[in-house]
């Protein structure tokens, strides 16, 4: 049996029923990741061997009878910007390629305490920086759709991972949209948390106001199990919310019957796809047919959306990256310098790939002297404007829908050397972030050979309501029976 194919949730009662061990799954996984991880290149890290001393332990867990978290035994992929004690973290850069934590980060301490069975460290763009994995420092990640396309990013390791059935789960990192584009491109389904639901300690920072560890996986079911294991309060995390963590899995009603949803015009006119925006047409339709009832609206500072952003993140992240200077941790230039001045300089310009400087430049000068209120004082004006029509949008609307993507996949190199075509793949994305609201993308037709995702966006913490809307398309939609399996490579 193929159980590289089949969903956590599937698994977890094939366990339960002792149908299959957790060995035999495990094997099953790195059987698929030895058949197919040269053409992929999901991982940075691979640990078979500690994956299959800890599937053998869940097995001993079943044999004496202990109750089975939901999680138990399923193989599951991190995102390499995630610390994991003992373990190489290296956020798929050069600075910090031989990186042990000596610490695990909440959001993956909560999955261990499940008892999963982790599988690696998932390749990403370097420090979360880029649309396509393609600026990691070691190689880039190809989607297992088309290997000559791009997975998506900077998650594309996490989200090529479980499309390739090599691995069943898998946690992102989503600043822009890191989580939702890569499991667009990638046929699978991604979800960005509120911020502060999920614990950002041990997350590597990238722009700290944005950041937001969330969940890809195969189904809806599976999103709603694995976000109900780590999302929670945190006291490591400062902007941590405390708030009571529902059962998610108790959202995922076939009904939609009355809801009012929102279709943002910006989202869905020049620069869409044309297949693209008739995917999403069609799944309007389709929600219109089971009794939603979607209209459009006008979110009217979406325009400023992406370079209020591009200016934010790189701001934030100049702050953030400040503290790889090759004295504390990480690279350093090997070579004997002159003073630390030079070995400072040295460091950062080997250590760093061409997008992160590229971005660090950009944020140290919108945050120098005289340029501070000019740029970034005035980007966060704007992203208070944002915050404000999805406000208003919502006071209507239940949730608001649109392409997750512009486009579907795009071959590898095609945008690598034009830093403006790449940002404008985040277009739809990055407002979820400057808002800090939850949405999720799930799978919703096809373009070319090649996967076109739906985005769904809702209130602040209701993750139940965009659960339920995606887990009713998901259901009448029935992607998996009108598409061959995502793996297929």
């Not at 299959?52 to 332990?57: F, Q, V």
Request: aromatic share 8%; with cysteine.
């Amino acid at each position: 049996m193929e159980l590289y194919k089949l969903t956590a949730h599937e698994l977890h009662r094939m366990l339960k029923e002792r149908k299959i061990s957790a060995f035999e799954l495990c094997r099953s996984v790195f059987s698929r990741v030895g058949e197919f991880e040269d053409k992929i290149k999901a991982y940075i890290t691979l640990t078979e061997e500690q994956a299959l001393t800890k599937a053998r332990e869940v097995d001993e867990k079943i044999k004496a009878g202990e109750r089975l978290s939901s999680l138990a035994g399923i193989p599951t992929a991190i995102k390499d910007n995630m610390c994991t004690k003992g373990l190489l973290t290296t956020c798929a850069s050069k600075i910090l390629q031989n990186y042990m934590p000596i610490y695990t980060a909440t959001a993956v301490e909560r999955l261990f305490a499940q008892d999963i069975v982790l599988t690696g460290k998932t390749n990403m763009d370097e420090f979360a920086m880029g649309s396509s994995t393609e600026n990691s420092a070691f190689f880039a990640t190809r989607n297992p759709w088309n290997l000559e396309t791009v997975p998506g990013g900077s998650s594309g390791g996490s989200a090529a991972a479980v499309a390739a059935g090599e691995a069943i789960l898998s946690l992102g990192s989503d600043t822009g949209g890191s989580i939702r584009q890569p499991a667009a491109l990638c046929g699978v389904v991604g979800l960005k948390p509120t911020y502060g639901l999920v614990s950002r300690y041990g997350l590597v920072a990238f722009a700290s106001s944005l950041d937001q560890i969330g969940p890809i996986t195969k189904d809806v079911m599976d999103c709603a199990l694995l976000l109900n294991y780590i999302a929670g309060h945190d006291p490591l995390d400062s902007t941590s919310l405390r708030v009571e963590i529902p059962d998610y899995t108790k959202a995922l009603v076939d009904e939609v019957k009355g809801l009012k949803i929102g279709v943002p015009v910006e989202l869905m006119g020049e620069g869409i796809q044309t297949e693209v925006r008739e995917a999403i047409e069609s799944a309007i339709k389709l929600l219109e047919d089971l009794g939603a009832c979607c209209q459009e609206v006008s979110l009217p500072h979406l325009d400023y959306a992406l370079s209020a952003y591009y200016i934010i993140a790189p701001a934030e992240a100049s702050s953030n990256l400040a503290r790889f200077d090759g004295v504390r941790y990480g690279y350093r230039v090997p070579e004997k310098v002159e003073d630390i001045m030079e070995m400072y300089f040295r460091t950062r310009a080997e250590g760093f790939g061409n997008e992160v400087k590229r971005r660090i430049m950009l944020g140290t000068y919108a945050l120098s002297a005289g340029y501070y209120e000019a740029y970034y004082g005035q980007a966060q004006k704007i992203r208070t404007l944002i915050v404000n029509d999805f406000n208003k949008a919502f006071e209507k609307f239940d949730v608001l829908i649109s392409p997750t993507s512009p486009s579907v996949a795009f071959k590898i190199g095609e945008k690598y050397e034009d830093p403006l075509r790449m940002y404008m793949s985040d277009i739809c994305t990055i407002p979820v972030n400057l808002a800090g609201i939850p949405a999720i993308s799930i799978p919703c037709g096809e373009a070319d050979g090649l996967p076109i995702g739906l985005q769904i966006m809702g209130k602040p913490l209701d993750e139940e309501t965009i659960l339920r809307v995606a887990y009713t398309f998901e259901q009448n939609f029935g992607f998996k029976e009108k598409t061959k399996f995502v793996g297929n490579v």
